[in-house]
């Protein structure tokens, strides 16, 4: 089952990138038949299609690196 067409309109409505849309797997066959953005609309009020959060970047190596930094590593002529 190609949902593409689907994920793409939801992702114009929502305002957000296509790998950030959710599909209810339950719902598969549903999402299938939908071919007009106000039929996404809807499926959208329903709860069947939702927006995944955004990932944030950690930086937790950046902390570890800086500490390093601060005890004098990464000093040596193959880090210049």
């Known amino acids: 089952m190609n949902l593409r067409s689907r994920r793409r309109m939801a992702a114009e409505v929502l305002g957000v990138g296509e790998s950030r849309i959710w599909i209810d797997p339950e719902y598969l066959d549903v ?3 939908v071919i007009t953005k106000e039929e996404v609309r809807r499926l ?5 299609i939702r927006v995944k959060p955004e990932a944030g970047v950690s930086r937790a190596r950046a902390r570890r690196i800086r500490a390093q930094k601060k005890k ?3 000093r040596g002529p193959g880090s210049r």
């Open 72 to 74: 004098g590593r990464r």
């Open 31 to 33: 999402v299938a038949d």
């Open 44 to 48: 959208i009020h329903e709860g069947i």
